[in-house]
């Protein structure tokens, strides 16, 4: 039984670290003419609207992209994040674009997204948001197995993230396992994976896991909006992204503090890490 709704937790510091990378590393990879697939193995509702009962219960878009709104910074990249999220919203910050949004908007008209999404009322969202085409599959599917059907892809050349709620906790396993599995069948793939720091050492595990997979070129990019604790809840949150664009670090190097600054309490931090060279 799923119990995970992303609309309580949309345009948090998580989702904007997330989706700041996810709109990058689609920019950059959309620069070559050759057709591209997007893969979404847990896609969410996509879109979020700031009023529903949900946000308004967390308000958590409070501590993330309503700082971020009036941003006033030199940052070519938020900027052009946010630039983003504006041409989702007339003049007052109201809704929240999720990943396939954010796709949508880069991917074109000879790309391919493959939307998944377990939850039968999110999934429902989804394709009214999304309406599935002969290039935008939207599946009532279990993403991680929908990953491994779909490799190696027809262009040979794809962009998948990797987003579960980790509400079930074999997920910080499963997540590596069918990153390994996918790198097999497609080892020239750009990944992603996001992650959250509840507790430090599921994170540890997973990065050890990667590092001794064998898989080359792995980066991560982590944003801390206080420092680890034991206590229940999330501290942290981060991407990891295997063949990454090769100015995503230089570019991530100078973002990350910036979004510390604007979106983290007093002890905040940020990691940028090469955790395998190429
Ligand atoms: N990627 C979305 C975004 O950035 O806007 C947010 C996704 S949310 C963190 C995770 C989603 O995964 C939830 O909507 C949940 O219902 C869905 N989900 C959970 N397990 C799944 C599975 N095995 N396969 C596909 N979707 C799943």
């Not at 219960?57 to 006033?72: C, D, V």
């Not at 109201?94 to 954010?102: E, M, Q, T």
């Not at 949150?237 to 600054?261: C, F, H, Q, R, Y």
Request: hydrophobic share 35%; glycine share 6%; charged share 25%.
């Amino acid at each position: 039984m799923l119990s995970y709704r992303h609309s309580f937790h949309a345009g948090n510091p998580a989702d904007v670290l997330k989706h700041l990378v996810l709109f990058e590393v689609l920019q950059y990879l959309t620069q070559k003419d050759k057709a591209l697939e997007y893969i979404d193995t847990h896609s969410g509702a996509g879109m979020y609207a700031f009023s529903s009962n949900e946000a308004q219960k967390t308000q958590e878009f409070e501590q993330g992209i309503a700082k971020l709104w009036h941003y006033n910074g030199d940052s070519p990249t938020i900027k052009n994040y946010l630039a983003l999220i504006k041409r989702f919203n007339l003049q007052k910050l109201a809704f929240y674009p999720g990943s396939p949004a954010v796709a949508d908007d880069v991917l074109r008209a000879h790309d391919k997204s493959w939307l998944f999404e377990l939850h039968p009322q999110d999934h429902k969202l989804l394709t009214e948001n999304f309406k599935p085409t002969r290039k935008r599959k939207v599946r009532l599917e279990d993403g991680f197995k929908g990953l491994l059907g779909l490799l190696p892809p027809e262009s040979r050349r794809a962009c998948i993230l990797m987003d579960p709620p980790y509400e079930i906790k074999s997920d910080y396993e499963l997540v590596v396992k069918t990153i390994i599995k996918a790198h097999k069948r497609f080892s020239s793939g750009t990944y992603m994976i996001w992650y959250p720091v509840v507790q430090r050492e599921r994170i540890d595990t997973m990065e050890q896991t990667l590092i001794d997979s064998g898989i080359k070129n792995i980066h991560l990019y982590e944003l801390g909006t206080s420092q680890d604790t034991q206590e229940h809840g999330m501290t942290a949150s981060g991407m990891i992204v295997i063949n990454p664009p090769w100015k995503l670090k230089a570019t991530m190097d100078t973002v990350m503090p910036e979004l510390v600054e604007y979106l983290s309490h007093k002890d905040g931090f940020y990691r940028s890490v090469e955790l395998v060279a190429e």
